[in-house]
């Protein structure tokens, strides 16, 4: 079977470069050791291997699909589903009082890594069913959390989120799904929602929906949203009863085939009940926690299945001969051997820049991870700045893996050649898959919007500014090493690249000019990640460097040395591309707002 992550990796990120063991001394974590942990990540990929990535080509050559009235998925899904509830996965990171196992929030996506590389098509599944019941438990009842709460953990019943509907899109002030108030204390909810993610499937009895609608006569916009719990079917007497939760249909996509996405119609006999979940007209800032967790999840998804196709990309073209090298003197000796694809320079490049990608996306998500840990259990005076920081991460950690890791895989696909394009190997199916992820819980777009327009701004640039001292740590610490101060002033140039162009931004929106401000958000995404992404690689070659000078690494010379190499191809070829990108900011030309009276499009 063919490698699709690297455990090696994950165990230097955890321990080295973010120094996981100090998380674990907080109380909460009190129960973990880094022993047991590596022994958990190993047994993690002893069933990837054997109950997950097996079924990876089955899922895309035999979709989901909808009949009669039903959804039916591979039954690879009811298995994990029982194996996750079985052993804890679904609420690993939720409280001991909650049926969670307290499991750092860093741990439970380095695992999510491991699985989703994996296969990516099964892993939304529990996913989605954790987030749904950890919302119930932050803002529900104690009825609503007994009711629903210990059959998803348990993988019995399914989790969803529903925000979207056919008018609105991803604009929610425009959702019209209603909710009429009864004498009983429920809601009768009225309506449809689409692009369900595990919406539906035979192998959960019962699928517990978390619904965005307006109860009536709640204001217009976003600010009349009130969220409610759902389900399929309604819990009564002991036993299930029908709840008017109709499944329309399943749309059939172009990649992660064996994930579900349904559409939903809600009271078509208008006997659907809802239960309000936190306070009227609160809906969006409760599912905003879902959601925010959620585009972790995504990134992570996408940085996996980049990953697993690297390892594809790889294993080709060490096995690969074709031509012959170019040697000193310009010439090809004809009768020689052919050279392995691996040996010529071109195609070393696009593996460096896949693993330069995908490993700098992975330390960065466990980044965003450890700081959500601290956010919430880390010292008290120090969580507002872990929250802030994980704030402005947010849009990055979902977006960078979203679009560079379908880079990455292009660049794979170029590595195989004619045969990338053919569906004998795996390398078209993960070009597909990772397709979704930049439209996932929220367009890149969007998530360009929330960064410029929102985190960047928010507190008046707080979050900001704890970044940047972040980065300027590690900078002063890596200008300590002869050996990794050019790399060092190359991100102190990058960010006074990265501040410069932001203050040229922020004129326009002090001057009232906001539509200006936020035209080109998503090449300020672009800018702005490309350079978080060499901060992380700067930590990265830190710890490298550190333990090629004391010789106490847990990995061998060769690994570290890779690492630096890596680093350096980052430097070289990704991070200087921001000095284009900073030009194109500052250009004073506006030329994709609209203008009154002009069709240039037309």
Known sequence: MSQFCSLENLKFNLFEVHDIEDLLKLERFQDYDKEGLIMMMNSTLDYAKQHMHPHLREMDENPAVYEDGKVIVHPAIGDYMRYAGENGW????????????QLPFVFHNAFAHILESGNNHMTGYPGLTGGAAHLIINFGDDGLKEKYVPKMLSGEWGGTMCLTEPQAGSSLSDITTSATPQDDGSYIIKGQKIFISGGDHEYCENFVH??????????????????????????????????????????????????????????ENNSCKGWLIGPENQGLKCMFQMMNGARIDVGMTAASIATAAYYASLQYAKERPQGRRILDGGKKNINAEQALIIEHPDVRRMLLLQKSVIEGCLSLLLQAAKYQDMAEFGPEESRENYHDLLEILTPIAKTYPSEMGQVAISNGLQIL?????????????????????????????????????????????????????????????????????????????????????????????MSGQHERFIADATIFMEMMSTVVIAWQWLKMGVSAHQKQLTGNGAESMEFYENKLHTMKFYFKYELTKIYGLKETLMHSDSLTILEENKTILA
């Open 417 to 509: 050649g004619g045969y990338g394009f053919c569906s004998e190997f795996v390398l078209q199916q993960y070009y597909r898959d990772i397709r979704i992820t930049s439209l996932y819980e929220g367009t890149t777009g969007i998530q360009s919007l929330d960064l410029l327009g929102r985190k960047i701004v928010m507190k008046n640039g707080q979050a900001m500014r704890a970044l940047t001292k972040e980065m300027i740590e590690t900078i002063k610490e890596a200008g300590t090493y002869d050996a990794l101060k050019p790399y060092a002033e190359n991100l102190k140039d990058a960010s006074k690249a990265l501040e410069s162009t932001l203050l040229h931004l922020l004129q326009f929106a």
């Open 210 to 267: 978390l619904v965005l609608a307006r109860i009536d006569g709640a204001p217009a916009g976003t600010k009349g949203i009130s969220l409610f719990v759902v389900p399929k079917m309604r819990p009564e007497d002991g036993g299930l009863v029908g709840n008017d939760v109709e499944t329309a249909g399943d749309f059939q996509k172009m990649g992660q085939k064996g994930y579900c996405t349904t559409h939903l119609a809600f009271g």
């Open 90 to 101: 679904i609420g690993a990171h939720f409280d001991y009082d909650d049926g969670g196992m």
